[in-house]
């Protein structure tokens, strides 16, 4: 039988396995990733949860207390508004302007919310004549009105508008009720709830809202 013999390796050799095997014994795995902390996960959930809930929030106190949905009954604000047209009013801290369309009080005196456009505000004085509107003897431009009027209602003229009050008529000069009848007359600031910004329907209208 021949002897078996062992490799031989010159001493360069061995001294370069040994430094190899140094190194592979210095050389630490890299540590496995942690899997996420439920308590992380949990609090993550939670500020997304909080966050949805504050936004909701803040929508529903905007149109509570800032904007209101509201829908126009009737023609009296035609063409400019059309029966069944859903609007947004302005309502906080609104003070009545004129030109403004706005939505009056149920109390206004027809039992019911009421769509006119301010004509003139509490100091102001009105005049009709012959279907031209005169605010402090000045005629009004009026391009919405559709159709020649000449209704001027039962009350007399000129009208001064007491601080406090507006006088409101629709555009729809002959098919409205408005301040130049006594059922409704002057009104009160009070009961003008805000201004008609914006139409969302139909949406063939959408718009800002003149």
């Known amino acids: 039988m021949e002897e078996q013999r062992l490799p031989h390796h010159s001493d360069e050799e061995i001294d ?26 949990r609090r993550e959930i939670f500020e997304w949860v909080r966050t949805l809930a504050i936004a909701a929030l803040a929508a529903v ?20 508004l059309q029966n069944g047209d859903q609007l947004i009013m302005l309502s906080l801290f609104y003070t009545p302007e ?8 149920d109390k206004t005196g027809l ?26 003897g ?27 009050s507006v006088f409101v008529m629709g555009d729809n000069r002959n098919h409205s009720t408005d301040s130049r009848s006594s059922s409704i007359g002057l009104v009160d600031e009070d009961e003008v709830l805000g201004k008609i910004i ?4 139909p949406l063939s209208r959408i718009g800002l809202i003149d």
Not at 17 to 39: F, H, N, S, T, W
């Open 61 to 80: 106190a905007l149109f509570v207390f800032v904007f209101r949905f509201v829908m126009v009954e009737g023609v009296s604000m035609e063409p400019t």
């Open 16 to 41: 370069a396995i040994l430094d190899a095997l140094d190194r592979m014994g210095q050389a630490k795995p890299a540590p496995a990733p942690k899997p996420e902390q439920p308590d992380n996960l």
């Open 98 to 105: 004129n030109g403004d369309i706005v939505i009056l009080s």
């Open 198 to 201: 914006f139409r969302i329907f």
């Open 138 to 164: 000045e005629p009004l431009t009026e391009p919405y009105v559709p159709e020649a009027w000449v209704d001027e209602g039962n009350l007399t003229y000129p009208l001064t508008v007491p601080e406090g």
């Open 111 to 136: 039992d019911k919310p009421l769509v006119k456009r301010v004509i003139a505000t509490g100091g102001q004085t009105v005049e009709l004549d012959g279907g031209t509107v005169f605010v402090d």
